[in-house]
Protein backbone atom coordinates (compact mmCIF):
# COMPACT_ATOMS: atom_id res chain seq x y z
CA UNK A 1 0.00 0.00 0.00
CA UNK A 2 1.27 3.26 -1.34
CA UNK A 3 0.55 6.98 0.09
CA UNK A 4 -1.38 8.17 -2.90
CA UNK A 5 -4.05 5.48 -3.89
CA UNK A 6 -6.94 5.52 -6.17
CA UNK A 7 -9.24 4.00 -3.06
CA UNK A 8 -8.21 7.01 -1.10
CA UNK A 9 -8.43 9.66 -3.71
CA UNK A 10 -11.52 8.43 -4.70
CA UNK A 11 -10.90 8.25 -8.45
CA UNK A 12 -9.94 12.22 -8.23
CA UNK A 13 -9.03 13.85 -11.30
CA UNK A 14 -5.59 14.58 -12.11
CA UNK A 15 -5.09 18.57 -11.35
CA UNK A 16 -1.52 19.75 -13.12
CA UNK A 17 -2.00 22.75 -10.70
CA UNK A 18 -1.75 21.16 -7.71
CA UNK A 19 -1.32 17.56 -8.46
CA UNK A 20 -1.65 15.24 -5.21
CA UNK A 21 0.99 14.42 -3.06
CA UNK A 22 1.38 11.68 -0.31
CA UNK A 23 4.42 10.82 1.85
CA UNK A 24 5.87 7.20 2.67
CA UNK A 25 8.63 7.20 5.87
CA UNK A 26 10.58 4.23 7.11
CA UNK A 27 11.71 4.32 11.06
CA UNK A 28 14.14 2.22 13.03
CA UNK A 29 12.65 0.54 16.28
CA UNK A 30 15.32 1.23 19.09
CA UNK A 31 15.44 -0.15 22.74
CA UNK A 32 15.29 3.12 24.75
CA UNK A 33 17.83 2.07 27.30
CA UNK A 34 20.77 0.39 25.29
CA UNK A 35 19.66 2.64 21.89
CA UNK A 36 20.78 -0.23 19.82
CA UNK A 37 18.28 -1.41 17.05
CA UNK A 38 15.71 -3.21 18.54
CA UNK A 39 13.57 -6.58 16.34
CA UNK A 40 10.38 -5.40 17.31
CA UNK A 41 8.57 -4.07 14.80
CA UNK A 42 6.14 -6.21 14.46
CA UNK A 43 4.89 -5.33 17.63
CA UNK A 44 5.19 -1.89 17.15
CA UNK A 45 3.05 -2.13 13.67
CA UNK A 46 0.32 -4.11 15.43
CA UNK A 47 -0.28 -1.33 17.98
CA UNK A 48 0.47 1.16 15.59
CA UNK A 49 -2.72 -0.42 13.41
CA UNK A 50 -5.19 0.78 15.71
CA UNK A 51 -4.57 4.73 14.73
CA UNK A 52 -3.41 4.12 11.44
CA UNK A 53 -5.35 1.27 10.29
CA UNK A 54 -3.26 0.24 6.72
CA UNK A 55 -1.78 2.72 6.91
CA UNK A 56 1.45 0.79 8.64
CA UNK A 57 3.64 -2.42 7.78
CA UNK A 58 6.58 -3.82 8.71
CA UNK A 59 9.27 -3.18 5.72
CA UNK A 60 12.29 -5.87 4.93
CA UNK A 61 13.73 -6.45 8.61
CA UNK A 62 11.91 -6.42 12.10
CA UNK A 63 13.79 -3.70 12.33
CA UNK A 64 12.02 -1.52 10.69
CA UNK A 65 8.42 0.17 10.45
CA UNK A 66 6.57 2.27 7.40
CA UNK A 67 4.01 4.12 7.40
CA UNK A 68 2.18 6.10 5.04
CA UNK A 69 0.25 9.50 4.76
CA UNK A 70 -2.47 10.23 2.93
CA UNK A 71 -3.13 12.15 -0.35
CA UNK A 72 -2.87 15.90 -0.42
CA UNK A 73 -3.20 18.71 -2.09
CA UNK A 74 -1.57 21.42 -0.14
CA UNK A 75 1.38 21.17 1.99
CA UNK A 76 -0.21 22.05 5.29
CA UNK A 77 -2.81 19.05 5.60
CA UNK A 78 0.55 16.87 4.14
CA UNK A 79 2.34 17.54 7.06
CA UNK A 80 -0.61 17.88 10.00
CA UNK A 81 -0.65 14.09 8.58
CA UNK A 82 2.79 13.50 8.51
CA UNK A 83 2.85 14.68 12.47
CA UNK A 84 -0.04 12.38 13.62
CA UNK A 85 1.47 9.53 11.56
CA UNK A 86 4.72 9.79 13.13
CA UNK A 87 2.96 10.69 16.80
CA UNK A 88 1.08 7.36 16.52
CA UNK A 89 3.96 5.16 15.48
CA UNK A 90 6.37 7.33 18.22
CA UNK A 91 3.19 6.32 20.58
CA UNK A 92 2.92 2.88 19.63
CA UNK A 93 6.44 2.00 20.12
CA UNK A 94 6.36 3.29 23.84
CA UNK A 95 3.17 1.28 24.78
CA UNK A 96 5.85 -1.63 23.98
CA UNK A 97 8.41 -0.30 25.74
CA UNK A 98 10.34 1.25 22.58
CA UNK A 99 11.06 4.04 20.60
CA UNK A 100 11.68 5.12 16.92
CA UNK A 101 13.96 6.92 15.19
CA UNK A 102 14.39 8.87 11.59
CA UNK A 103 17.51 7.73 10.08
CA UNK A 104 18.47 6.37 7.62
CA UNK A 105 20.36 4.21 9.23
CA UNK A 106 20.28 2.09 12.69
CA UNK A 107 23.29 3.81 14.96
CA UNK A 108 23.70 1.82 17.13
CA UNK A 109 22.94 -2.13 17.29
CA UNK A 110 24.49 -5.70 15.66
CA UNK A 111 22.16 -5.79 12.52
CA UNK A 112 24.65 -7.46 10.25
CA UNK A 113 22.31 -9.65 9.15
CA UNK A 114 18.94 -8.26 9.78
CA UNK A 115 16.05 -10.80 10.88
CA UNK A 116 14.21 -10.88 7.74
CA UNK A 117 10.60 -10.85 8.09
CA UNK A 118 8.71 -14.10 7.11
CA UNK A 119 6.76 -14.67 3.82
CA UNK A 120 7.04 -16.29 0.11
CA UNK A 121 7.84 -13.02 -1.48
CA UNK A 122 11.06 -12.01 1.25
CA UNK A 123 12.09 -16.05 1.04
CA UNK A 124 11.92 -15.56 -2.66
CA UNK A 125 14.02 -12.49 -2.08
CA UNK A 126 16.65 -13.88 0.15
CA UNK A 127 17.38 -16.79 -2.92
CA UNK A 128 17.61 -14.16 -4.82
CA UNK A 129 19.94 -11.30 -3.25
CA UNK A 130 21.37 -13.25 -0.72
CA UNK A 131 23.88 -10.84 1.21
CA UNK A 132 22.33 -7.83 -0.38
CA UNK A 133 20.31 -8.17 2.44
CA UNK A 134 22.38 -8.10 5.26
CA UNK A 135 22.58 -3.93 4.92
CA UNK A 136 18.96 -3.76 4.46
CA UNK A 137 18.30 -2.37 8.08
CA UNK A 138 17.84 1.14 5.98
CA UNK A 139 15.04 3.87 6.10
CA UNK A 140 14.16 6.13 3.23
CA UNK A 141 11.73 8.55 2.69
CA UNK A 142 8.96 8.70 -0.45
CA UNK A 143 6.74 11.06 -1.67
CA UNK A 144 4.17 10.20 -4.72
CA UNK A 145 3.11 12.66 -6.97
CA UNK A 146 -0.79 12.32 -9.19
CA UNK A 147 0.30 11.70 -12.77
CA UNK A 148 -2.09 10.99 -15.60
CA UNK A 149 -0.82 7.77 -16.80
CA UNK A 150 2.33 5.76 -16.45
CA UNK A 151 3.53 7.22 -19.64
CA UNK A 152 4.15 10.18 -18.05
CA UNK A 153 5.22 9.06 -15.30
CA UNK A 154 8.23 7.41 -17.27
CA UNK A 155 8.52 11.19 -19.25
CA UNK A 156 8.88 13.08 -16.14
CA UNK A 157 11.12 10.48 -14.73
CA UNK A 158 13.85 11.62 -17.19
CA UNK A 159 13.55 15.20 -15.67
CA UNK A 160 13.81 14.58 -12.55
CA UNK A 161 17.41 12.55 -12.91
CA UNK A 162 19.70 15.34 -12.91
CA UNK A 163 18.47 16.80 -9.96
CA UNK A 164 18.22 13.26 -7.65
CA UNK A 165 21.72 13.99 -6.00
CA UNK A 166 20.63 17.17 -4.92
CA UNK A 167 18.07 15.54 -3.37
CA UNK A 168 20.55 13.47 -1.66
CA UNK A 169 22.11 16.67 -0.33
CA UNK A 170 19.77 17.93 1.59
CA UNK A 171 17.87 15.08 3.37
CA UNK A 172 21.57 13.48 4.06
CA UNK A 173 20.31 11.46 7.40
CA UNK A 174 22.57 8.21 7.72
CA UNK A 175 26.38 8.97 9.34
CA UNK A 176 26.62 6.23 11.54
CA UNK A 177 26.19 2.73 10.92
CA UNK A 178 26.28 0.48 13.54
CA UNK A 179 28.18 2.97 15.86
CA UNK A 180 30.74 4.05 13.84
CA UNK A 181 31.32 7.11 12.11
CA UNK A 182 31.66 6.03 7.98
CA UNK A 183 32.99 9.26 6.80
CA UNK A 184 29.60 9.67 4.53
CA UNK A 185 26.67 12.33 4.97
CA UNK A 186 24.33 9.65 3.35
CA UNK A 187 25.80 5.59 4.01
CA UNK A 188 21.88 4.80 3.30
CA UNK A 189 22.73 5.48 -0.41
CA UNK A 190 25.99 3.35 -0.60
CA UNK A 191 24.03 0.29 1.05
CA UNK A 192 20.88 0.89 -1.66
CA UNK A 193 23.34 1.13 -4.76
CA UNK A 194 24.68 -2.23 -4.35
CA UNK A 195 21.33 -3.97 -5.60
CA UNK A 196 20.90 -5.00 -9.18
CA UNK A 197 17.56 -2.29 -10.25
CA UNK A 198 18.56 0.81 -7.45
CA UNK A 199 19.87 4.11 -7.94
CA UNK A 200 18.99 6.35 -10.51
CA UNK A 201 16.81 4.92 -13.45
CA UNK A 202 18.00 4.92 -16.99
CA UNK A 203 16.83 7.51 -19.48
CA UNK A 204 13.75 5.86 -21.44
CA UNK A 205 11.92 7.42 -24.40
CA UNK A 206 9.04 5.59 -23.53
CA UNK A 207 6.77 3.70 -21.60
CA UNK A 208 6.99 0.66 -24.08
CA UNK A 209 10.80 1.18 -23.65
CA UNK A 210 10.28 0.99 -19.54
CA UNK A 211 8.35 -1.83 -20.11
CA UNK A 212 10.23 -3.67 -22.42
CA UNK A 213 13.31 -3.47 -20.26
CA UNK A 214 11.27 -4.30 -16.82
CA UNK A 215 10.05 -7.47 -18.73
CA UNK A 216 13.84 -8.10 -19.75
CA UNK A 217 14.73 -8.17 -16.15
CA UNK A 218 12.19 -10.11 -15.00
CA UNK A 219 13.18 -12.88 -17.58
CA UNK A 220 16.23 -12.78 -16.06
CA UNK A 221 15.88 -13.49 -12.97
CA UNK A 222 16.97 -10.02 -11.97
CA UNK A 223 13.42 -8.80 -10.10
CA UNK A 224 10.92 -11.21 -7.77
CA UNK A 225 7.81 -8.88 -8.77
CA UNK A 226 7.35 -5.20 -9.61
CA UNK A 227 8.16 -3.99 -6.34
CA UNK A 228 12.01 -4.95 -6.78
CA UNK A 229 12.45 -2.26 -9.24
CA UNK A 230 14.16 -0.36 -6.62
CA UNK A 231 15.09 2.59 -8.60
CA UNK A 232 14.97 6.33 -7.28
CA UNK A 233 12.31 7.69 -9.57
CA UNK A 234 9.51 5.29 -10.89
CA UNK A 235 5.96 4.66 -11.80
CA UNK A 236 4.11 3.13 -9.36
CA UNK A 237 2.97 0.07 -10.76
CA UNK A 238 -0.96 -0.09 -8.90
CA UNK A 239 -1.29 3.49 -8.78
CA UNK A 240 -1.13 6.79 -10.77
CA UNK A 241 1.77 8.22 -9.04
CA UNK A 242 5.85 8.72 -9.80
CA UNK A 243 7.53 8.36 -6.72
CA UNK A 244 10.40 9.99 -5.61
CA UNK A 245 12.65 7.32 -3.45
CA UNK A 246 15.97 8.98 -3.45
CA UNK A 247 16.57 10.28 0.01
CA UNK A 248 16.92 8.91 3.32
CA UNK A 249 14.25 9.47 5.62
CA UNK A 250 14.13 12.91 6.92
CA UNK A 251 14.62 13.27 10.19
CA UNK A 252 11.90 16.12 11.25
CA UNK A 253 8.36 16.00 9.79
CA UNK A 254 9.26 19.55 9.05
CA UNK A 255 11.76 18.49 6.80
CA UNK A 256 9.67 15.64 5.61
CA UNK A 257 6.96 17.96 4.25
CA UNK A 258 10.03 19.83 2.64
CA UNK A 259 11.06 17.02 0.64
CA UNK A 260 7.27 16.74 -0.58
CA UNK A 261 7.04 19.98 -2.00
CA UNK A 262 9.96 19.96 -3.43
CA UNK A 263 9.53 16.90 -5.21
CA UNK A 264 5.96 18.20 -5.98
CA UNK A 265 7.64 20.76 -7.78
CA UNK A 266 10.14 18.77 -9.83
CA UNK A 267 7.24 16.83 -10.69
CA UNK A 268 5.40 19.99 -12.16
CA UNK A 269 8.04 21.05 -13.85
CA UNK A 270 8.87 18.27 -15.77
CA UNK A 271 5.36 17.63 -16.77
CA UNK A 272 5.03 20.80 -18.22
CA UNK A 273 8.60 20.30 -20.41
CA UNK A 274 6.78 16.83 -21.14
CA UNK A 275 3.82 18.60 -22.77
CA UNK A 276 6.09 20.94 -24.64
CA UNK A 277 7.91 18.02 -26.32
CA UNK A 278 10.76 18.00 -24.60
CA UNK A 279 12.09 15.00 -23.97
CA UNK A 280 14.16 15.49 -20.91
CA UNK A 281 18.27 16.25 -20.47
CA UNK A 282 20.34 12.83 -20.72
CA UNK A 283 23.54 13.27 -18.45
CA UNK A 284 25.79 10.39 -18.95
CA UNK A 285 25.34 7.52 -16.47
CA UNK A 286 28.83 7.81 -15.26
CA UNK A 287 28.62 11.52 -14.13
CA UNK A 288 25.54 10.73 -12.41
CA UNK A 289 26.79 8.29 -10.64
CA UNK A 290 29.51 10.39 -9.29
CA UNK A 291 27.41 12.95 -8.72
CA UNK A 292 25.38 10.32 -6.35
CA UNK A 293 28.79 9.57 -4.95
CA UNK A 294 29.82 12.92 -4.33
CA UNK A 295 26.34 13.93 -2.73
CA UNK A 296 26.61 10.98 -0.34
CA UNK A 297 29.63 11.61 0.87
CA UNK A 298 29.66 15.50 1.69
CA UNK A 299 26.31 16.24 1.70
CA UNK A 300 24.98 19.87 1.97
CA UNK A 301 28.48 21.38 3.62
CA UNK A 302 30.34 20.06 0.87
CA UNK A 303 30.76 20.38 -2.78
CA UNK A 304 28.78 18.02 -5.95
CA UNK A 305 28.92 17.30 -9.25
CA UNK A 306 26.99 19.11 -11.82
CA UNK A 307 25.65 15.83 -13.87
CA UNK A 308 25.02 18.00 -16.67
CA UNK A 309 28.53 19.50 -16.94
CA UNK A 310 30.70 17.58 -14.71
CA UNK A 311 31.47 20.86 -12.74
CA UNK A 312 32.21 20.63 -9.57
CA UNK A 313 30.18 22.96 -7.26
CA UNK A 314 29.36 24.04 -3.64
CA UNK A 315 26.61 21.84 -2.73
CA UNK A 316 24.49 24.96 -1.75
CA UNK A 317 25.03 26.40 -5.29
CA UNK A 318 23.24 23.19 -6.88
CA UNK A 319 20.33 23.67 -4.20
CA UNK A 320 19.94 27.36 -5.52
CA UNK A 321 19.59 26.03 -8.83
CA UNK A 322 17.24 23.47 -7.99
CA UNK A 323 15.04 26.03 -6.36
CA UNK A 324 15.60 28.34 -9.32
CA UNK A 325 14.61 25.47 -11.59
CA UNK A 326 11.03 24.35 -9.53
CA UNK A 327 9.82 28.63 -8.53
CA UNK A 328 7.22 28.69 -10.92
CA UNK A 329 5.70 25.43 -9.92
CA UNK A 330 5.84 26.36 -6.26
CA UNK A 331 4.72 29.52 -6.66
CA UNK A 332 1.92 28.29 -9.02
CA UNK A 333 1.00 25.93 -5.53
CA UNK A 334 1.44 28.50 -3.21
CA UNK A 335 4.38 26.93 -1.27
CA UNK A 336 7.86 29.36 -3.00
CA UNK A 337 8.04 31.77 0.07
CA UNK A 338 7.44 28.24 2.60
CA UNK A 339 9.89 25.90 0.48
CA UNK A 340 12.30 29.03 0.30
CA UNK A 341 12.42 29.94 4.38
CA UNK A 342 13.12 26.06 5.14
CA UNK A 343 15.89 25.45 3.01
CA UNK A 344 17.16 28.95 4.80
CA UNK A 345 16.26 26.97 8.03
CA UNK A 346 17.98 24.40 6.77
CA UNK A 347 20.97 25.81 5.70
CA UNK A 348 21.33 27.60 9.37
CA UNK A 349 20.71 24.31 11.51
CA UNK A 350 22.74 21.47 9.08
CA UNK A 351 21.17 18.33 7.69
CA UNK A 352 19.97 15.36 9.54
CA UNK A 353 23.75 13.97 8.90
CA UNK A 354 25.48 17.42 10.71
CA UNK A 355 23.34 17.52 13.37
CA UNK A 356 23.73 13.57 14.31
CA UNK A 357 27.64 14.34 14.44
CA UNK A 358 27.06 17.26 16.65
CA UNK A 359 25.11 14.95 18.89
CA UNK A 360 28.02 12.85 19.05
CA UNK A 361 30.45 15.49 19.39
CA UNK A 362 28.89 17.01 22.69
CA UNK A 363 30.26 14.04 24.68
CA UNK A 364 31.52 11.39 22.32
CA UNK A 365 28.47 9.24 22.78
CA UNK A 366 26.58 7.32 19.68
CA UNK A 367 23.84 6.99 22.47
CA UNK A 368 23.38 11.02 22.38
CA UNK A 369 22.71 10.53 18.57
CA UNK A 370 19.85 8.63 19.02
CA UNK A 371 18.32 10.32 22.01
CA UNK A 372 18.51 13.34 19.73
CA UNK A 373 16.97 11.60 16.78
CA UNK A 374 13.89 10.42 19.13
CA UNK A 375 13.32 14.24 20.62
CA UNK A 376 13.62 15.15 16.74
CA UNK A 377 10.86 12.60 16.00
CA UNK A 378 8.29 15.23 15.80
CA UNK A 379 9.57 18.44 15.23
Not at 316 to 331: M, N, Q, T, Y
Not at 354 to 378: F, N, P, S
Request: some cysteine; aromatic content about 6%.
Amino acid sequence: MTAVTTETTGQAPFDPARPLMGVEEEYVVVDPVTRAAAPHAGAVVQRAAGALGGRTNLEITLYQVEAKTGPHARAAGLEEDLRRMREAVAAAAREEGLAVVASGTPVLGDVVPPPIIEGPRYEVGIQNYRALHDEQSICAGHVHVHLPDREHAVLVGNHLRPWLPVLITLMANSPFWTGRDTGYASWRTLCWGKWPVAGPPPYFSSLDEYERLTGTLAEAGVLVDPGTIFWDVRPSARLPTIEVRVTDVPATAAEAALLAMVARGLVMTGLRRVEHGDPGPAPSAELLRAAYWQAARDGLDGHGIDPMTGERRPARDLAGALLRHIAPALEETGDLADVTARLKALYAAGTGAVRQRAAYTRRGRAEDVVDDLVARLLT
